[in-house]
């Protein structure tokens, strides 16, 4: 989830500003703190998709429901909506 949360919190202004000094002092490309963890991520050889983990029919609504219960959601630069929830998840099915 890290990789698409990232993209999404890149909308946010205050968000963006920290992501291009953290892509500064690592020395990637602007625009790519996202695109970096994926390969973070996959370079690890950690899941990047549910699928990956053997979920290949998700209850999206349902862990879209769940995750809107959760303290970070209500602490997220981007408010989050059930619906973000959802595409969030429909990015990593």
């Known amino acids: 989830m890290l990789p698409a949360v990232a993209a999404l919190n890149d909308q946010d202004p205050k968000s963006a500003e920290t992501y291009r000094l953290i892509e500064q002092r690592c020395g990637i490309g602007p625009k790519s703190l996202p695109t970096a963890i994926k390969s973070l991520v996959t370079n690890l050889g950690l899941a990047n998709s549910l699928s990956t983990i053997g979920i290949s029919d998700p209850p999206i609504e349902q862990l879209a429901g769940l995750a809107m219960e959760q303290w970070t959601c209500s602490h997220n630069p981007v408010p989050m ?13």
Do not use: D, S
């Open 81 to 93: 909506t059930h619906e973000l929830c959802v595409e969030l998840y429909n990015t990593v099915a």
